[in-house]
């Protein structure tokens, strides 16, 4: 089964950036498709970006045009890049994969293997 280790998180002032990465290790990673989630302090956990096999991507409304999530196949990692970040997204942020996926929106339930998550921590 695909092994999934996040690794990037860290404190930052709002307008800061930061770029988590995602490590996978499994022989057929490159089929699956790939996700960012997170949960912030009271909240539910709520779908950041997606990635298809075929490079297809989504966002939350909340996120777009501050975060992109990109793939390197070759190196089997999973990034998102975070630019102008608000208090507002502070959370654990989890890695997450899927044989298949529905997007717009992320299916949380379509994800059956997750990271053990990275924290980032956003001051005003």
């Known amino acids: 089964q695909v092994q999934l280790v996040e690794s990037g998180g860290g404190s930052v002032q709002a307008g800061g950036s930061l770029r988590l990465s995602c490590a996978a290790s499994?022989?057929?990673?490159?089929?699956?498709?790939m996700g960012w989630f997170r949960q912030g302090p009271g909240k539910e956990r709520e779908g950041v970006a997606v990635?298809?096999?075929?490079?297809?991507?989504s966002y939350a409304d909340s996120v777009k045009g501050r975060f992109t999530i990109s793939k390197d196949n070759a190196k089997s990692t999973l990034y998102l890049q975070m630019n102008s970040l608000e208090p507002e997204d502070t959370a654990m942020y989890y890695c997450?994969?899927?044989?298949?996926?529905?997007?717009?929106?992320?299916?949380?339930?379509?994800?059956?293997?997750w990271g053990q998550g990275t924290q980032v921590s956003v001051s005003s």
């Open positions: 997450a994969a899927a044989w298949f996926c529905r997007f717009p929106p992320v299916v949380e339930a379509d994800f059956g293997y």
């Open positions: 499994d022989v057929m990673y490159s089929t699956y498709c």
């Open positions: 990635i298809d096999r075929d490079g297809t991507t």
